[in-house]
């Protein structure tokens, strides 16, 4: 019990960076995706303005949440 008392702010300051691998690893999948899975293969992708609209707001929202977690998890000390 003793030990663990002095373990836990080492365990609380260690920030998880699994956030940043999921959100970051959504993103590179979401890419592959749009670009080779459904871009290369229908070159008239997205065909009108809302499918438009909608791959730019999925992509943006990918975009911030991989950016906030890389700045949420990163280290703050040298």
């Known amino acids: 019990m003793h030990t ?9 300051a260690a920030k998880s960076r699994v956030p940043f691998y999921i959100a970051g690893g959504l993103l590179v999948g979401w890419a592959l ?11 008239s992708f997205p065909s009108d303005s809302a499918g ?8 943006a929202l990918l975009v911030v949440a991989a950016t906030a977690s890389a700045v949420v998890t990163s280290g703050g000390g040298a």
């Open 4 to 12: 663990t008392l002095h373990i836990l702010p080492i365990l609380g």
């Open 33 to 43: 995706l749009v670009s080779l899975g459904i871009g290369l293969r229908r070159p």
């Open 52 to 59: 438009q609209r909608l791959v730019i707001a999925i992509t």
